[in-house]
C-alpha cells in the first residue's frame, strides 16, 4: 500500500525529517543495492543565488560511501505514490531516461548541472510501507 497523490503537483518547501526504514539505490535504470536503514533524512529550504531550494541532508555508514550526505534539490514535487526532490538540469554530464523524462513532463529546474558521482537527480520519499517484506 502506497499513499496516492495527484502527480506532478508542487509542494512548498518546508523543513521536515523522514526516518526510513530501508532503502533503495538506482543507478542507470536498475537497483543496484537495497536493504534497512536507520538514517534521519533532514531537510530544510534554504536560499542560494536567491533561489529556494531543499537541502537533504542524512548520515548512515553503509550508504555514505555511495551517496553524497549533503544535497541540494531545486523543487519538491508529487509522483503517483511518493513525494520526490528533483534536479533537474537542462544540460547535464548525467543524460539518462529519468533526468528525460521529467523534461519532457515537467521541464528543467535549471539550465545546467554537473553531477558527481555520489550525487543524486532525485530522492524518492514513500511516506506509506510497500506490501513487500524484507528478506
Known sequence: MFDKFEPFQGLQK???TFRPTRYETWIGGK??????TNSI?????VFIDGEEKMEVTFNDAQLNNELATRNIFDEFV???DRLQLITIPNETNNENMGIM????T???TRQSKNFTRN??????LFTLPSDKTDS
Open 14 to 16: 518546508q523543513d521536515f
Open 31 to 36: 537497483m543496484v543495492a537495497n536493504g534497512k
Open 41 to 45: 533524512i533532514s531537510a530544510k529550504a
Open 78 to 80: 508529487t509522483a503517483t
Open 101 to 104: 523524462m521529467f523534461k519532457m
Open 106 to 108: 515537467i521541464g528543467a
Open 119 to 124: 550525487e543524486p537527480y532525485c530522492c524518492n
